[in-house]
């Protein structure tokens, strides 16, 4: 008998990553990181059968089937809230499960400021009122406060966020709503980022989603192991959009 655990990490997949998501994500995942108390969970848009055997022999994940009807980046988050409605998660962990490996334990993110998201801000901060103009599958209703709470601050990364279940629905519900273009992704990084500075949440240091290509701090990989500048090992690396 499958037991709820009190937490869980959620990410998404189809065949064209499941094998990255396999032998890299969730090996490291569970090589790293102490999971006695959080389940895992990959939302199949399109597995292979030979990914989802895979993955149900590991025993270390919960496959769950999701119709594909639009991009997984934006479905994903009404699939995301329908699975929470249904749980009783605590706390909730979504990631990216085609360019993410862990490196060190992270279960102590579900631990602190539990009452409130946490997620990782890029080094640089972006124009986000220049994307806005450009982006055309978001609500034009919710331009205006768009701007006001998102234009020119440093982007929260939306590949790792940390936060409560309930906080969880509210945002993955809002993200859905105002996305009007389901087939075409970028509107979800606007929406995040809006929702997340109006209604607050907690900066994570930048190795809990050390994203290569914008990090203002070097690194090394020694022995395929990558490091910070000072030597030690980063805990969440991140090859987002390169």
Known sequence: MNVQKENVIIT??????????????????TANVDLDNIDVIVLDYGLSEDQRKRLKETQAVKVHACKRDGHIVIIRFRDISNLLKNTTYKQVLTCDGGDIIFQKDIHHLFE????????????????LNKLVSLQK??????????????????PVNAGVLVGPREKFIELCDFCYKYTTNKEKFGSD?????????????????REYNFIVYSAKSSFRI???????????V?????????
């Open 222 to 232: 020694r022995n395929g192991v990558f490091l910070d500048e000072a030597g030690n």
């Open 12 to 29: 998404a997949s189809d065949a064209r990553y499941g094998n990255f998501l396999i032998d890299h994500w969730l090996k490291s995942l």
């Open 189 to 205: 990084q606007i929406l995040i980022n809006y929702f997340l500075y109006k209604n607050g949440f907690v900066e994570l240091d």
């Open 137 to 154: 599958s978001i609500d034009v209703k919710i331009m205006p406060e768009i701007q006001k709470y998102s234009s020119n601050k440093r």
């Open 112 to 127: 602190k400021d539990m009452h409130t998201f946490r997620a990782v801000c890029e080094d640089y901060p972006l124009p």
């Open 234 to 242: 980063i805990p969440v690396v991140h090859n987002a959009g390169r």
